[in-house]
């Protein structure tokens, strides 16, 4: 998801599903007054959902951005025959953990 996708779902009706967990943070009052407008600029948007979708988009971020570190391991060949060695870096572990946590919160 891009931050045009993300305003145009908040234009819409679409409602994301969200889990029966809640997380309760405290914001910096500069990121607090900024919810707050894209409440009042998406007036079918509450706060919950704003830092919810926002989260969502910077954790997308967050996750592609972790390093690929190659292995020494051949998995496949890429389009012009040359190998793509195994991710040694952190992100096979933490996409492990996500579908740990992921199955747990399911439940």
Do not use: C
């Not at 779902?9 to 500069?30: D, G, H, M, N, Q």
């Not at 707050?36 to 509450?46: C, H, I, Q, S």
């Not at 996750?63 to 496949?76: D, H, L, N």
């Amino acid at each position: 998801m891009n931050y045009t996708d993300l305003f145009d779902a908040w234009a819409s009706a679409e409602k994301p599903a969200l889990t029966p967990e809640a997380y309760s943070i405290r914001l910096k009052v500069t990121d607090a007054a900024r919810v707050e407008a894209f409440t009042e600029l998406y007036p079918g948007v509450d706060a919950d959902r704003v830092i919810s979708d926002l989260l969502s988009l910077a954790l997308d971020q967050a996750e592609a951005a972790i390093p690929y570190v190659p292995g020494k391991k051949v998995i496949r060949e890429d389009e012009f025959g040359d190998p793509v060695y195994e991710d040694a870096g952190l992100t096979p572990k933490y996409l492990e953990l996500v579908k740990k946590h992921a199955r747990a919160l399911r439940k």
